[in-house]
């Protein structure tokens, strides 16, 4: 089984390639990464608020109508220079000018701010809101077409309504004034050719004829609008908007994360190297991880040659034995299956080895040898409930080795002053007379205080540091086991990332 740092075909061990030198800078992703602990909710609630932003806002509704206008050629109403008849282009573009004039909204505004006075559902509106939402434009067959568009539908189908009402009349009370300025210029005429003597009758039948003619086409003319299509609210669908921004708010949120993680990895630097957890703990490297098991841990099956290597390794930086305590400064999803296989492994070359699963609330040490229960172990030894031939548990590890095991027992409220009274002291004092090495697993030192009062009784630490650790924690572990008088006897390093 390949378990170790590297090795060859016939599976002996070989050592690992040189470590990076020094605490190296990362990259952005990878500093993004490190700090996933919060880069990732932040980048996903910002996402999140765009997405719902963009839904709130980003949805309109379009009213579209169409004002099909009245042939101007040939109206003696539009004979006076003003406009171009035989141009029906030019004057549909003027039409659509005019109904998006000024003149127009502003008495959009005043029949809606009346409107508002019975029914203050209705939205307030001014001129330059109105100039927003109103569009007119020329179509190719010389009419008008008016969009108005907001964010609520009926909104937009008041306005356009409003909008057609006031050009019709507006566009009447142009018309009827164009006529009465052509009449009066008429009138002026009929009453000079009356007063002149010379004049005759027939020039002025003829001026009456045409004040007639100007009178009928104003009134048949009217608005210049022959037909006014109802208008029809299409409303633009919001999720599109929502998607797009959402994303454009996750991408601007995760530059941004990787910018800070960037700027904060740079001031908590981490180790990459097994030299870098060994300069900071100042201990010796026992060995180093870099893959994963090829099978799951069993007891009775070869710990594998790297965690061989951390036994003897052990033995050699640590002869005496004693009690040793093994653990990670902070939670470790690997270290557990570590220590156990580095258990196995010294049992394996003949020493009387005693594992206690120090991890009361954890206990994966005790479910990793296949011992889950929680009554009959550690915190009742400890405080006196059984005996230690009762508690003690008798592990196979392959042929006729054998260690034994104690199992963390049932959990209670604070097993750190259960460590720290005298029971506790004299009983791991006992295990030493017992056995070759006491091997105590303890949850992560910096965040449980139960480590912290085995320590004081130890012989030892051996720590288990993933790579990616920070630099700020292994020093916080050393100073805090340098007050407790407890060295540092090793250092098992771990390349396997995502091991946190």
Known sequence: MSNSTSTSPAGAFRPAPPADTGQSAIGPVEAFWRFRSWTVPITVVIGILAALAALATSGTSTATTTLYLTDPRGAPVFRDGSSNPADLGRYARQRAEFAQSANVLNQVVTELDALRATDPSIEAA???????????????????????????????????????????????????????????????????????????????????????????????????????????????????PAVQFGVAGLLFAAFAMAALAWVRAGRRPIVNSGSDATAALRAPLLGEIVASPHEPFASASPPGSAYQ???????????????????????????????????????????????????????????????????????????????????????????????????????????????????????????????????????PLLTAADGSALASGADGVVLVVDRGSESHDLDTVRQRLDVLRTPVIGVVFDHRLGAH
């Open 309 to 443: 290597l951390l036994a003897t390794s052990l033995g050699a930086v640590h002869p005496d034995g004693g009690i040793v305590l093994a653990g990670s400064p902070t939670p470790s999803q690997n270290a557990p299956e570590t220590i156990a296989r580095m258990a196995t492994a010294s049992a394996r070359e003949g020493r009387r080895v005693l594992v206690v699963d120090g991890d009361t609330e954890g206990r994966r040490l005790s479910r990793l040898f296949g011992q889950e229960q929680t009554n009959g172990g550690l915190t009742e030894l400890l405080a006196g409930l059984t005996s230690f031939d009762e508690v003690r548990r008798s592990i196979g590890v392959g042929g006729a080795a054998t260690l034994d095991l104690i199992t963390g027992g049932r959990p209670i409220d604070d097993p750190s002053s259960l460590f720290r009274s005298q029971q506790g002291r004299e009983t791991f004092t006992s295990f030493r007379s017992r056995y070759d090495l006491v091997l105590v697993a303890i949850p």
């Open 126 to 240: 001014d001129v330059d809101a109105l100039d927003d939402i109103v569009e007119a434009a020329a179509t190719p067959s010389a009419d008008v077409q008016i969009d108005c568009t907001a964010t609520d539908p009926e909104h937009a189908l008041l306005v356009c309504r409003s909008v057609v009402q006031t050009y019709v009349e507006l566009a009447n009370d142009d018309i009827q004034e164009r006529a009465s300025v052509q009449i009066e210029v008429l009138l002026s005429e009929r009453t000079r050719l009356i007063a002149d003597a010379d004049s005759q009758p027939s020039s002025i039948a003829d001026i009456d004829g045409s004040i007639a003619d100007i009178r009928k086409q104003a009134a048949l003319f009217g608005s210049g609008v022959e037909f006014v299509e109802p208008a029809q609210v299409q409303e633009d669908t919001r999720i599109v």
